[in-house]
């Protein structure tokens, strides 16, 4: 299957301070990524959905100021968790599509590694 | 409401054993269906996919079956390893870009 790249795996911040997350698909080109959000035990929820080039649509009661998403290229996609919270410690997926355009529908999605992020 | 259910929630078993993961959906229209393996604090990955014309697939020691009509899969797993210990989460893909996530089945395998 196809590869796509978290980073960082883990990251602990300061209260109030921002942290970025990069997606990258490292072998194909991804016109579509997701992002989403893991509490322990529990499944994954979507957030927001970024097409490359356009702004990423949010699912409601995800503030688009806080999670700010950027995919400005075909192959890399950000996060930024804006002003931090403890509240906002969690696992953070990503997961890539590309667009087929024989069949017109978004290939099997491929997700990241994670991100550990805990705000202190 | 979930329209994705998974049972048992858990399971635990004994290394070598064989064991069954369900996932029942009410999810339409129906366009794939995809069990993922996901271990602790890693981001899932993609076991097999199906889509309607599928009746089963297999990768390896793992075997899903999918009944349209009844809209029910199954994830059997033959001959469990230690490692086999992790989240199964089954994915049902109305449209390409619209999932739902079944809660999971955590699968602890014993020595």
């Known amino acids: 299957g196809a590869v796509v790249s978290q980073h960082p795996s883990r990251v602990i911040c300061k209260s109030g301070t921002s942290v970025k997350i990069e997606c990258r698909s490292l072998d194909f080109q991804a016109t579509t990524m997701f992002w989403y959000r893991q509490f322990p035990k529990q499944s994954l929820m979507l957030m927001a959905t970024s097409n490359e080039g356009s702004k990423a649509t949010y699912e409601q009661g995800v503030e688009k100021d806080k999670f700010l998403i950027n995919h400005a290229s075909l192959t890399l996609s950000t996060l930024t968790v804006t002003s931090a919270h403890p509240e906002d410690s969690s696992f953070y997926i990503c997961s890539a599509s590309k667009y087929d355009r024989g069949s017109y529908r978004l290939t099997e999605a491929f997700f990241g590694q994670g991100t550990r992020l805990t705000v202190v | 409401k979930n329209q994705v259910e998974q049972s048992p929630q858990s399971l635990i078993i004994l290394e070598g054993k064989n064991c069954t993961l369900q996932?029942?959906?009410?999810?339409?229209?129906?366009?794939?269906l995809r069990w993922y393996k996901q271990d602790t604090g890693r981001g899932p990955v993609s076991l097999t996919i199906m889509t309607f014309s599928e009746n089963t697939k297999s990768n390896g020691r793992y075997t899903a079956t999918l009944d349209a009509d009844t809209k029910q899969s199954s994830l059997h797993i033959t001959a469990s390893q230690l490692s086999d210990s992790a989240s199964y989460i089954c994915?049902?893909?109305?449209?390409?870009?619209?999932?739902?996530f079944g809660t999971g089945t955590r699968l602890t395998v014993i020595p």
């Open positions: 994915v049902v893909s109305v449209k390409a870009n619209n999932l739902f």
């Open positions: 996932c029942n959906y009410t999810v339409s229209p129906f366009s794939n």
